[in-house]
């Protein structure tokens, strides 16, 4: 039973949108699947015995359907708008364009928010389709939401958690300073749905964010080291992630955390959602993505 089996009579519930494969991304290339091979078969194997999970809840509304190719193109140009990959969405123009349910419109009406950021607005329609994601972006530029909310339907969309289970959604960000801005939004954003988080970062006592672990939280926001230590003293563990955020991706690896990175990573099924994060696009933070993502959208110059 998923979170949110009582909204069963709310058109806009993402509860019954099955994922459009079985199990969803597969291996992780950047190329798409072709023909069987080695990588695919060991991927398979992992999966064996995985339950299936929803990750695909986009559905375009008429207004957007009904943009040609003129107007889209004229859109992304006037926001700065850049995309790459496979079958891309078009963007949206307005919050109820997206599609998001309505306790997710709550939040954003709350928040006083006008119109989407360029990076929300083409953003949304590619995290909600439950692909994989590229986003080079900079501070400042709305990419925390633009990861946030989709993060939010998707945990309501999963069964609940269970007495042992890890998270559902697992954030990595460099710094306390950036993983407590995060957990703050998700506070804000998550409390109409009842969704739990917690923050986990060095340099202060384990004990209460172990409290929060031990009563389960669907998301954790994390910094890669603390997150590591709590895993190995079983405080926590990632069987249940589905929706992988790497924030500022870059900067995580000019501190040294690529191996700490891989560790997290190969704990987690291969058939996860994961979006990407960087402000830089260079060659190590290029081949560490091709690592992890399948056949991502990229998107840039969301400024």
């Known amino acids: 039973m998923s979170r949110f089996d009582g909204r069963a009579a709310d058109p806009s519930s993402y ?5 459009e494969g079985a199990f969803g991304g597969g291996t992780r290339a950047f190329a798409p699947s072709g023909k069987p091979d080695a990588a695919a ?3 398979a194997a992992e999966l064996d015995g995985l339950p299936r999970f929803e990750k695909n809840f986009y559905v375009e509304v008429p207004a957007v359907a009904g943009m040609t190719a003129e107007e889209v193109e004229a859109y992304r140009r006037r926001r700065e708008i850049t995309v790459e990959g496979n079958d891309v969405p078009k963007p949206v123009r307005d919050f109820r364009d997206v599609g998001f349910p309505e306790y997710v419109l709550q939040e954003i009406t709350k928040a006083g928010f006008t119109e989407p950021t360029p990076i929300q607005s083409q953003g949304w329609p590619m995290a909600l389709k439950g692909r994989d994601l590229i986003g080079i972006a900079e501070t ?7 990861y946030l909310l989709p993060a939010i339907v998707h945990v309501n969309a999963q069964p609940i958690l269970a007495p042992g289970d890890g998270p559902i959604v697992l954030v990595l960000a460099p710094t306390r300073e950036l993983a407590v801005q995060i ?7 998550g409390a109409s749905s ?3 988080s917690t923050c986990i970062y060095g340099g202060v006592p384990k004990g209460p964010q172990v409290r929060d672990l031990q009563k389960g939280v669907e998301i954790i926001i994390a910094t890669p080291g603390r997150l ?3 895993m190995e003293s079983h405080h926590t563990n990632l069987r249940r992630v589905t929706y992988l955020v790497l924030d500022e991706a870059d900067r995580m690896l000019d501190m040294g955390f690529e191996p700490q990175i891989k560790k997290i990573v190969s704990q987690i099924r291969p058939d996860r959602q994961t979006l990407y994060w960087s402000a830089t696009w260079p060659k ?3 081949l560490l993505a091709r ?3 399948f056949d991502p959208y990229k998107g840039y110059n969301w400024f």
């Open 228 to 230: 590591i230590d709590m």
């Open 15 to 19: 509860r019954d949108r099955r994922s």
């Open 140 to 146: 400042g530029s709305g990419k925390t939401l633009a």
């Open 41 to 43: 078969a060991a991927a």
């Open 194 to 196: 009842k969704i739990k």
């Open 183 to 189: 957990q703050q939004e998700t506070t804000k954003f």
């Open 284 to 286: 190590e933070v290029e």
């Open 291 to 293: 690592t992890f993502l």
